[in-house]
């Protein structure tokens, strides 16, 4: 009886595995659920089935040890079939269900005893940026010095990073501005060092010379700007600091400040308007009154630009001795480069003795090198006292400057009519630039028709040496005839 019912029901066991397994069509699907509803030791087997899937499947989720489920499979499938033959048909796969158990509840066991794993170190997380430093505007010769050494000409597009030094050479300046923190102006002969730029604190160094700094409010954040062996200490003010060597002084236009030594201890309290020595102490009023700082406002350094405004420079011009853009005074004792929004400019220019010029100037957005022939100066008294106005040029004394060179210009043509049909007389006009000293700024040929390039060349080479009686003021553009021979 039992081998009868194993024989019928065997082949149904590979159809009810099929089934779990999603394998079967869906007509034998139907057929096979058919016959499960009307025969019981096929249910028990299906839910035998069901049951090892389950626990195997809870098994694999717990992460334990591999197992080798075809051998277990295997090997409670043999056991099954013995008891099938021992006792009735068809019960084999509950004791399947119990192997599986089995092995769960022992590789449980196992993972029990297993030892905790070693905690791995959490990752530090990434240091943040420090704060940007743009470089504004720039006067004369200045130099970055980078911390491993290297030393580079400061530039508008420079970002100088924590460690890194500004070097401003006499009669320089540069113009710096630290996130949404401070500006800072680093004047002639002066080196800064950019200690730390962090978000919540920000050191400067100041190894010699002299910077400003315009603070904005900082609330928690801390501002410290050190020389000579003291530390200048701000929440939000406007402050110069001096470096004499071992001594520094400090103005204060603005707000408070501590001054404090190398030990961290306090040795001045100045509020605004003051001034202070490390050698004399309060500095700037008479006794019994409050210090002061002198009467002249410190000059504070231009605001941050946009990386996309144009590129504006001015040359230095003698008869200039600060440029006034915007708010800011910019020294004009060498080159002035800087970065202006496209539009109108307004420009004032500051002479020796305080009256200031002002003009407008259209800046477009490829930027603009300022002509000196734009600065209409006041009359200024000449070197032989007499008045005249700036700018003049004796004109027969550039005639014959002019004249002296016609050697020159007229091989230049001759060399071009190698190249070139330029037959007969051919007029031009020759515009040339002077600086204060008579020295040439440019020079261009002007013609009614295109000129040979080689021509141009030539003659722009013939001239760059020439040497004209100084017009003063600002210097002079005007424009000479010429006239070339076929020989």
């Known amino acids: 009886m039992v081998e009868r019912l194993r024989e019928e029901h065997e082949p149904k066991l590979a159809a009810l595995a099929l089934l779990e397994a999603g394998r079967l069509s869906e007509r034998g699907r139907q057929r096979l659920l058919r016959h499960v509803a009307r ?5 028990e087997a299906l839910a035998g089935l069901r049951r090892f899937e389950t626990l195997a499947g809870e098994a694999r989720a717990a992460d334990l040890p591999a197992i080798d489920w075809a051998r277990i499979e295997r090997a409670a499938l043999g056991a099954a079939r013995s008891e099938t033959r021992r006792r009735r048909a068809l019960r084999w796969l509950p004791a399947l269900a119990a192997a599986a158990l089995l092995a769960f509840g022992v590789q449980a066991w196992v993972a029990r005893r297993r030892p905790e794993p070693i905690a791995q170190p959490r990752a530090r997380p990434a240091a943040p940026a420090p704060l940007a430093v743009q470089v504004t505007a720039l006067v004369g010769t200045v130099h970055l010095r980078w911390p491993d050494g290297r030393r580079e000409p400061l530039s508008l597009d420079s970002r100088p990073q924590p460690g890194s030094t500004i070097e401003a050479e006499p009669g320089a300046e540069a113009h710096l501005s630290v996130a949404d ?4 102006l680093v004047l002639g002969d ?5 200690n730390q730029l962090a978000r919540d604190a920000v050191e400067l160094g100041l190894v010699r010379g002299s910077a400003v700094s315009k603070v ?8 410290e700007l050190s020389a000579a062996g003291y530390r200048v200490a701000v929440r939000g003010t406007h402050f110069e600091v001096r470096s004499h060597g071992s001594a520094i002084e400090v103005r204060v236009d603005e707000g408070h400040v501590h001054v404090l030594d190398v030990a961290g201890k306090q040795v001045a309290d100045l509020i605004a308007p003051i001034g202070w020595t490390s050698t004399v102490g309060q500095v700037g009023s008479a006794p019994g009154e409050p210090a002061r700082a002198e009467a002249r406002p410190l000059r504070t350094a231009r605001r941050a630009s946009a990386a996309s405004d144009a590129l504006f420079s001015i040359p230095a011009l003698p008869a200039v001795a600060a440029w006034h853009i915007d708010g800011d005074r910019l020294n004009a004792a060498g080159e002035l480069r800087m ?9 004032g220019a500051e002479l020796p003795d305080g009256r200031i010029v002002r003009l407008e100037i259209a800046i477009d957005a490829l930027g603009t090198r300022f002509d000196p022939a734009w600065l209409r100066l006041p009359h200024e008294r000449s070197v032989n006292g007499r008045r005249g106005p700036a700018g003049e040029l004796d004109l027969a004394a550039a005639s014959a400057v002019i004249r002296g060179a016609q ?3 007229q091989r230049c043509y ?22 204060a000293a008579g020295k040439i700024r440019s020079s261009e040929l002007a013609a009614a028709s295109p000129l040979p390039p080689g021509l141009v060349a030539c003659v722009r080479d013939a001239t760059r040496r020439l040497q004209f009686p100084p017009p003063g003021g600002s210097g002079i553009t005007f424009e000479a ?3 070339f021979r076929t020989r």
């Open 216 to 223: 904005q409010p900082l609330g928690s954040r801390r501002y």
């Open 414 to 435: 001759e060399r071009s009519l190698r190249t070139t049909d330029l037959s007969g007389s051919v007029k031009l006009k020759l515009r040339l630039t002077i600086d």
């Open 181 to 184: 923190t401070a500006r800072v």
């Open 481 to 483: 005839p010429l006239s």
């Open 407 to 409: 050697p020159s210009l």
């Open 190 to 194: 002066a080196a800064l060092q950019l």
């Open 339 to 347: 970065r202006v929004p496209p539009g109108v400019l307004e420009l």
């Open 39 to 43: 025969c019981e030791p096929c249910r």
